[in-house]
């Protein structure tokens, strides 16, 4: 199968950029996309997560190889959102953070997933 170069468009307000586009050459679903679950690193977490009742702040660097400054940022957003909830305690004299997904976090997972398949789904379409 032939590599497709990727394609770079112009920023918004700008000619051929994404306001510009034809309404049918952008699935609706992308253009709803939860902004801050769609980001690599918060997805990471949200979907780690939705499969473990809680996750350390080491267990998720170590999963999503990153580093603590980019983990603390993207878990901060989250928590901002409503998505996942953060604990910190000490063990002994350890600090240690433990997160969890929220309900509402868990919709938005949901959500998101569900518009990602439509996106799939109309680009197998529009293929065919």
Known sequence: MAKRA?????PD???GGPDEMEPE??????LDLD???HERIRLGIVSALAVNDHLSFNDLKKLLKTTDGNLSVHARRLEEAGYVTCEKYFEGRLPKTEFRLTPPG???????????E????ATRIVES
């Open 25 to 30: 050459s952008v699935p609706r679903a992308a």
């Open 106 to 116: 868990r919709r938005a997972l949901e959500r998101y997933l569900d518009h990602m």
């Open 13 to 15: 307000g700008e000619p």
């Open 118 to 121: 439509a996106i799939i789904q």
């Open 6 to 10: 990727p394609r770079h468009l112009p």
């Open 35 to 37: 902004r801050v679950i």
